[in-house]
């Protein structure tokens, strides 16, 4: 296909020209709070992926994972996140610095449906709360406190189309390359990929907290 073929939109009018207005019942669905929905699905999920972008945009979106109910409501404005040991690249960190602007969308396993909420994140070294982040004995580092300004709950439209949590949908995982493999030929290593598999497995077992 020749880039001639390709047809770009490039404004939000023809956007909307494109793709239609959405209904005044779907703009309702934003609330700039936790309401006791939200805060049920937070409590109850034990996934979440962050989003964030530095000042220049270039975006990140980080898996985060914990025992559901780690993430802490302070308020109906204000959840806090536990940041657990990772890869020491710091990218969420560094982009919630230059920019504060986050989204964050919750999983919870079964549930078609996620909930979406965005607002902004700052770093907290400490305080009160952090010995209600405290998973298996281990104390956070550091935190991320969230104001959050809109949330609304996402359709289950997504998870629908990809089946996702049908198990008889799902690739055999002996099909796919073991993440020894992926960084072995990535990284150009030489070492070998049973080697790399081993490492990485006793390291996410001992390093989680």
Known sequence: MGTSEIKVIETREALREHLGHPAERTKGKI?????????????HSPFYLLATASSDGTCDVSPRGDP??????LDDKTLVLAD??????LDSQTNILENPHAGLL????????????????????DAP???????????PALAIMVEV??????????FLRSSLW????????SSLPTAGQIFRDQMKLDMSAEALDAALTEGALTTQY
């Open 68 to 73: 559901a109910g780690s993430v802490k409501v």
């Open 31 to 43: 609330i700039p709070f936790l309401d006791q929905h939200a805060r049920t699905l937070i409590e």
């Open 84 to 89: 657990r040991p990772g890869n020491k690249l």
């Open 129 to 139: 709360f952090f010995d209600d982040l405290v998973v298996k004995g281990k104390r």
């Open 166 to 173: 049908k198990p008889e949908t799902w690739p055999e995982r």
């Open 106 to 125: 919750f999983l919870i396993p079964g549930m078609n449906e996620t909930l979406r909420i965005n607002g902004r994140a700052k770093l907290v070294a």
């Open 149 to 158: 300004e809109e949330l609304y709950m996402h359709c289950a439209k997504a």
